[in-house]
């Protein structure tokens, strides 16, 4: 059974920082893809960032410079680092495991405020 858990959520000033971490079990994790998705109230979920297999990034417009996504693969686990949050970055932020052909998974998600 694939499971992917999400921790790291919280309450944060704007400006302050989290690190979300998401630990996947039940795939072969150096072999998927893993993505930060969100999911702000009334609006579609985004993609935030995602890292290859490989260990290629890619970042949406709106977080490049301040978010930074990496991977432990001995720990089964993918991090977001988020700095200089911004109140527009509040949402339900969801890890997901990706490969073509085999799946793709979802956590549970982890909630975000950024609000003074």
């Known amino acids: 059974q694939v499971q992917l858990v999400e921790s790291g959520g919280g309450l944060v000033q704007p400006g302050g920082s989290l690190r979300l971490s998401c630990e996947a079990s039940?795939?072969?994790?150096?072999?998927?893809?893993m993505n930060w998705y969100r999911q702000a109230p009334g609006k579609e979920r985004e993609l935030v960032a995602a890292i290859t297999s490989g260990g290629a990034t890619n970042y949406a417009d709106s977080v490049k410079g301040r978010f930074t996504i990496s991977r432990d693969n001995a720990k089964n686990t993918v991090y977001l680092q988020m700095n200089s949050l911004k109140p527009e970055d509040t949402a339900v932020y969801y890890c997901?495991?990706?490969?073509?052909?085999?799946?793709?998974?979802w956590g549970q998600g982890t909630q975000v405020t950024v609000s003074s």
């Open positions: 997901n495991a990706h490969k073509i052909w085999s799946g793709s998974y």
């Open positions: 039940g795939i072969i994790f150096n072999i998927y893809a």
